[in-house]
Structures are given as C-alpha cells and as structure tokens.
C-alpha cells in the first residue's frame, strides 16, 4: 500500500512540476511582450494556449492524484486527518485555483482572444485577467510549497499558513498592472515626446 501511495505522489508531483513550468514560461512570455512589444499576436496566442493547457490538463491530474492521495490517508487515518491546519490550506488553494480556472476559461480567454492582445482589452477586462493571472501565478506555487512542507504540518494554524497568499496576490496584481500601464502608454505616438518634456521639466 505505501508504494502504492508513493507512485500516485510521485505522479501528483510530476503533475504540480508541469503545471508551474507552463504557467512560468507563460508568464515570462508575457512579461517579455509587455516589456519589448511589437510581437503581441503570436507571443499572446502562445501564452494563451499554454495557460488553457495547464488550467485545464494539470488540474485534471493533480484533482485525480490528489484524491487518490486524500482517500488512501483518511483510510489508515481516520477523518481526524482533514484537521490538519496543511491540509486545510492546500484543500483552499486548490478550490481557489479551480475556481478561477474558471474565471480565466469563461471570462478572461475569450476577452483576450476577442481583443486580440491584454494592452487591447476593455481596462475592466483587463483588470479581471491580470487578477484572475496573479492568482493563478501565485496559488501554483503556493500550493506547491504547502505540498512539500511537511514540518508545517500541526505547527500552525490555517490563518498562519495563509497569511503571505493574499498579500503575494496584492504584489503580483499590483506589479503587472503597473507593467501593462507603462507598456500602454509607451505604445502611445505622444508618449516620446512626453518623456522628452518631463526630463526637459526635471532638469
């Protein structure tokens, strides 16, 4: 029984690695479109597919492996085991995580398809996908952490264990919004002459 366990972690572990290296080079993609610009359909298009892929395949593996997971431990443990403050927040993150899987599925893809790139969309949309973007960023690694922290286990209450995830979210939300309104304005025509005049100004 515990080989059998340690495969079906093995593969759940496979499954997070897979998951955050998409999202990773997704999101470097992006950022790199933002910064660079000029190549914003195809870089936007590959972020796109790669985001649907892990939204949608890696958290269809991680669910099934993760329940294979919980269902063989609550059966040598008891439901005593769903009392650990852990367990509580990786069973958050990930209702978190499937739940703005889809928001980005339903909301933000077919706005960003529609517009054609993020600097393209309606500021409301565009708020919406870099928020939906930050949480799905932020709850892969987080859950990863928590995965593979096994002395924070009975150590800490679940508040504890959750506190840094909303301020990362803040963080994460707050930068790539600063990013996609420098980006903006730097695609502007009058934006050169505007840094011309304010450097003229401060001198």
Known sequence: ?????????????????????????????????LIKGGTAGKQENDHLNSLKKTVSLALVALWITGFAIVWLDVSAKGLGYFANPKMQAKLTI?????????VLHNAVMPAMEKAGSLLQM???????????????????FYAAMLGVGRPLAWKYSLVQLLAAYPALIVTGFVAMAMLTVWSKNRSNPDFPQFVEAYSRKMK
């Open 94 to 102: 990930v209702a978190l995580l499937t739940l703005n899987g889809f």
């Open 1 to 33: 029984m515990e080989l059998f366990r340690l495969s079906i972690v093995y593969l759940h572990l496979i499954a997070c690695c897979v998951a955050i290296g998409l999202v990773l080079t997704s999101d470097i993609a992006m950022v790199n479109q």
């Open 122 to 140: 309606e500021f409301n949309q565009r708020m919406l996908a870099i928020f939906a973007g930050a949480v799905s960023a932020v709850s892969w």
